[in-house]
Structures are given as structure tokens and as C-alpha cells.
């Protein structure tokens, strides 16, 4: 790809990442990457597309595990949720919950996906117990008659 097609994507990235959604600086590192890549080919020799793909995955990769979070936290004020300590909390659901059923949901500033793993249902606005966390997962139980 062209130096200047890095360079544009990483505008596009990063006005993403500050205008239109807050996916909490992934998109930022990306952008970065993809400028630095656009960069890299004013000033260095025409690489061949798969090393400047690999450039560009590689610091992508680097940068968000090892700025985000120190980025997040000085730009947010706070630290990044951490739900493996979370297991036994509380969370209300949006939506009624069916045992073995999913849905999204919020849950520390993030989007979720929860699941049932009761017996009962979880009504819409019922509180759930954090059982688990998988991923993006989280392994839910309803509050009221499985205590």
C-alpha cells in the first residue's frame, strides 16, 4: 500500500476512535501504527505489502499492551475494571434472561456479553450474580431464588 494510504488510514482511525465511537484507545494504537507504517515508507525503501502488514499488526500489538492502559488510566482518572475480582458482584440486566440464553449488556464501562447459567429466568431490570468471567463473557445467575 502507498505511504500516503497508511497515513490516511490512520486519520481515519484515529477520528474514529475521537469523534464518532469510545473504544477506549484501541483504535488510537491502531491509527498510531498505520502512521508510523506511512511513515516509515516516505522515509525508508519500498518494502514489499507483507512486511509493511506486519509492521503494521506487530506495533498495533506492542503499543496497546504496552501503553493503553497506562494511557487510559492518565487520560480517564481511573483504573481498567478488574472483573476477575468482580466474580460474586451484582449487575442489572436491560432484558429478560432466559436459563442457558445471552444478551449485551453494560458492565464497567465496557459491552458485555452475559449469559444464564441458572435455572431461573432473569427479568428485564432483575439483578444478576457475576458467576464467572470468560473473555468477554460473564457467567450470570439471578439474584432472587438461587441463593
Known sequence: MAWWAWIILGAVLL???LLAIDAQFYLV???ISAILVGLAGIAGPDLPPWIEWLSFAA???LMMFTLR????EK???RALPAVDGDVGGRIVLPQELAPGRSCRTEYGGSSWTAV??????IPAGG???IEAVDGLTLHVRNVVGEE
Open 75 to 77: 487520560t480517564r482518572g
Open 69 to 72: 492502559r497506562q494511557l487510559y
Open 127 to 129: 439483578e444478576a450474580r
Open 59 to 61: 506495533l498495533s500489538v
Open 116 to 121: 444464564n447459567v441458572g435455572t431461573l429466568p
Open 15 to 17: 477520528g474514529a476512535e
Open 29 to 31: 494504537f491502531i491509527g
